[in-house]
């Protein structure tokens, strides 16, 4: 057997170095093993928030547009309602009809017309501000 000769290792120059430089390939090696999945789950979660966004502006313009349906059936409702009340309106005051009310009620055409005339009223001596004078 050959005696071999026993050398202590030699001494680390800078222990805080190294020690820093093992806690970097620590932390390294624990940031590759997730880095993937991370990279992964960020792109998921970015294509469904693009995704949600499409969706909730589709709800949206959907419902807008039943809105604005709704708003069109509504004005076309109104305007035939506004043309009902018209004619019944102008049935309500025709010369005719009108005519024919006040015979049942026995109204008859005037046969003179007076006038009447008034004098202007003449102002009196006091002001409508009572402590001022009339000129």
């Known amino acids: 057997m050959i005696a071999r000769e026993f050398h202590a290792p030699a001494r680390i120059r800078n222990p805080r170095t190294a020690r820093y430089a093992t806690q970097r390939r620590i ?5 590759s093993r997730y880095e993937t999945l991370l990279r992964v789950t960020f792109g998921v979660a970015a294509v469904l928030v693009v995704m949600l966004g499409y969706v909730l502006l589709t709800s ?4 807008l547009s039943y809105a ?11 305007e035939l309602q506004d043309a009902r009340l018209d004619d019944q309106i102008a049935s309500l005051t025709s010369d005719d009809r009108l005519a024919t009310v006040a015979a049942r009620l026995g ?7 007076l006038r009447i005339s008034l004098e202007a009223p003449r102002p009196s001596g006091i002001h409508p501000l009572a402590f001022l004078p009339l000129r």
């Open 27 to 31: 932390g390294a090696t624990r940031r």
């Open 107 to 113: 109204m008859v055409q005037p046969e003179e017309f």
């Open 68 to 78: 604005v349906q709704r708003a069109h059936a509504q004005r076309t409702e109104l």
């Open 60 to 63: 949206n313009i959907t419902a």
